[in-house]
């Protein structure tokens, strides 16, 4: 596609011909511009729309109190970190966050990260490199792709939660170090890792587990304390990564794990090493999203109404709901021109749903991902049910 001699002469002749091949096969990208917070409902070009797209699962993201945190964060501690962690931008607002964090999911000590991408491009690169092997789901986040392919470790891909075929790639494995990488919920599917099975392959190989919590935190588990307490598990080979810009409503990420895995990652990772640290705000409004998680058994138990309630509306329609208890619930339409179809007939009644396409997804599993969040009501529920419906008859 890129050749040299045409963008010589041509410069940017190619680069149009990729883009208008990815027009032609619906593979094109557009972006929202919202004027309103994020929220069940938000207003693009002055349309209001119902939204079942973010990943706010528990409505925290224009939440009254966490506005009052960051205002009074940025008083006590300004609006920018103005250094790294390792020179001058490591306040005191970041360390109350790791430790309150580290508390709550009950491991010795807990890193932040300026984001997710950049957890898990830390942690992947800092604990495995030439000589090493890296285990990875094949429907993993593309930040743990990317992250196996920066370490220039061995990377096997292993078919979505077939261990038995990790198994036989862990036994075949001669690497030094082994590193299994897996999402806890599966971004686009929604579907959960059986983790007590996946950790005890993992004891058995002697291999680190790095678990991909992004959809999990929060949202799972007793007080929302995320995958482990889902399964009640606790291992010091686990090496625990939560975001804080989805369920907990703000930015951010953050990995749990043991002291001396910590310390590697201050000394060796060079996402965290050679980036400004997060303003503090952000982090003193954490804790308080810490609070609203925790406490906010209702919110997960509204979400867990909802999503039986979006199960039974779309029982009648053709598409299928892949088998998700999580707010993801992908509705699967396979062609991307379908997808896209029904996405934009849905935006003519209002309603936002994100296609999702080759190649976040496999090829001919283009989907709408439905997300729900607890500031969902159950009317709204009932109106992208009654949408869909109506779609469904008008294409026929
Ligand atoms: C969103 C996401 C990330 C990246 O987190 P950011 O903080 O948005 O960079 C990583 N892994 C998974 C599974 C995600 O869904």
């Known amino acids: 596609m890129l050749n040299d001699s045409d963008s010589i002469h041509q410069?940017?002749?190619?680069?149009?011909?990729?883009?208008?091949?990815?027009?032609?096969?619906?593979?094109?990208?557009?972006?929202?511009?919202?004027?309103?917070?994020?929220?069940?409902?938000?207003?693009?070009?002055?349309?209001?729309?119902?939204a079942f797209c973010s990943n706010d699962y528990l409505g925290l993201a224009n939440h009254p109190e966490l506005i009052a945190a960051v205002c009074e964060g940025a008083r006590q501690y300004g609006v920018g970190a103005g250094a790294s962690h390792l020179v001058s931008?490591?306040?005191?607002?970041?360390?109350?966050?790791?430790?309150?964090?580290?508390?709550?999911?009950?491991?010795?000590?807990?890193?932040?990260?300026?984001t997710g991408y950049m957890a898990n491009t830390g942690v992947v690169t800092a604990l495995s490199g030439r000589g090493d092997a890296i285990f990875a789901d094949k429907l993993n986040h593309a930040s743990l792709n990317d992250a196996a392919l920066l370490s220039h470790a061995r990377l096997s891909r292993y078919p979505h939660l077939d261990l038995a075929v990790l198994e036989r790639q862990l036994a075949a494995s001669r690497a030094r170090r082994k590193l299994v990488v897996s999402d806890a919920v599966f971004s686009m599917d929604g579907d959960i890792v059986p983790l007590p099975s996946l950790l005890e392959l993992c004891e058995r190989y002697n291999a680190w587990l790095l678990l991909d919590d992004a959809h999990g935190f929060g949202v799972l588990g007793d007080q929302g304390r995320g995958s482990l307490a889902h399964f009640n598990i606790s291992s010091p080979r686990i090496i625990y990564m939560g975001t804080l810009g989805k369920a907990a409503g703000v930015f951010g990420a953050f990995v749990a794990a043991q002291e001396k895995i910590i310390e590697m990652l201050i000394q060796c990772a060079r996402s965290y090493i050679y980036t400004t640290a997060t303003p503090p705000f952000l982090s003193h409004a954490l804790?308080?999203?810490?609070?609203?998680?925790?406490?906010?058994?209702?919110?997960?138990?509204?979400?867990?109404?909802?999503?039986?309630?979006?199960?039974?509306?779309?029982?009648?329609?053709?598409?299928?709901?892949?088998?998700?208890?999580?707010?993801?619930?992908?509705?699967?339409?396979?062609?991307?021109?379908?997808?896209?179809?029904?996405?934009?007939?849905?935006?003519?009644?209002?309603?936002?749903?994100?296609?999702?396409?080759?190649?976040?997804?496999?090829?001919?599993?283009?989907?709408?991902?439905?997300?729900?969040?607890?500031?969902?009501?159950?009317?709204?529920?009932?109106?992208?049910?009654?949408?869909?419906?109506e779609i469904d008859r008008d294409m026929e």
């Open 11 to 50: 410069p940017g002749e190619d680069l149009r011909e990729y883009l208008r091949s990815r027009e032609n096969r619906s593979l094109y990208r557009y972006r929202l511009t919202l004027e309103s917070p994020q929220a069940p409902r938000v207003t693009v070009s002055g349309r209001e729309y119902l």
């Open 89 to 114: 931008g490591h306040s005191r607002a970041h360390h109350l966050l790791e430790e309150a964090l580290a508390s709550f999911l009950r491991y010795p000590r807990a890193l932040l990260f300026s």
């Open 287 to 389: 804790l308080k999203s810490l609070e609203l998680i925790a406490g906010g058994a209702w919110r997960r138990e509204k979400l867990a109404r909802l999503t039986k309630l979006l199960k039974q509306e779309c029982r009648s329609l053709p598409w299928k709901l892949l088998p998700s208890d999580t707010p993801i619930q992908p509705l699967v339409m396979g062609e991307n021109a379908k997808v896209l179809r029904v996405s934009e007939a849905l935006r003519q009644k209002g309603i936002l749903v994100t296609a999702i396409r080759p190649p976040t997804v496999p090829e001919g599993t283009a989907r709408l991902r439905i997300t729900l969040s607890s500031s969902h009501d159950t009317e709204d529920v009932m109106e992208l049910g009654a949408a869909l419906r």
